[in-house]
């Protein structure tokens, strides 16, 4: 029998964020987040458990009234043998029609993308992707950024010598 401490831990790391998209904080302004369920095979799921996900250059889609992860990539899982998964496989996203109907008319908006931010797995062990409705950022605005967190670290530095 397992110790609380032990099953706790277990539950954290089954719990947490399997991949996360850091650049995409960076590129867009996200205005909105949504939670979608993913719909995945077998050997999917293990390779997730596994922390075998890259979310780097993916997106999601709408097409045919359906929500779709297109570029998120999970690695096969090597016990798999003979019955693997395609790593790049479009994979469905589970949405209700009525979050599928309020994101397309955003993103029939000029400028909208929806992005995935992370991959993890909810309480009761089931994959979920967090999405966002993201505008891209012009390079100006990143520099204006980037100028305004240094500003910022150099006040801090600063004022520490005074404290």
Avoid at 1 to 6: F, G, L, N
Avoid at 75 to 101: S, V
Wanted: net charge positive.
């Amino acid at each position: 029998m397992m110790s609380p401490m032990t099953k706790s831990k277990e539950h954290d790391q089954a719990t947490g964020a399997i991949a996360q998209n850091k650049k995409a904080r960076h590129d867009y302004e996200l205005v909105e987040k949504v939670e979608a369920g993913l719909s995945l095979l077998g050997t999917e799921v293990k390779s997730l458990r596994d922390r075998q996900c890259d979310l780097e250059g993916s997106y999601a889609r709408i097409m045919e009234g359906q929500c779709w992860l297109v570029g998120c990539k999970i690695a096969t899982y090597p016990q798999a043998g003979g019955e693997n998964h395609d790593p790049q496989r479009n994979r469905k996203l589970l949405l209700h029609k009525a979050q599928i109907k309020k994101i397309r008319t955003k993103l029939d908006q000029r400028g909208f993308t929806l992005v995935p931010l992370k991959v993890y797995f909810n309480e009761r062990g089931l994959a979920k992707v967090q999405l966002a409705l993201a505008r891209g950022k012009r390079k100006y605005d990143k520099r204006q950024k980037i100028q305004d967190r240094e500003q910022k670290r150099d006040l801090g530095r600063h004022m520490k010598k005074f404290r």
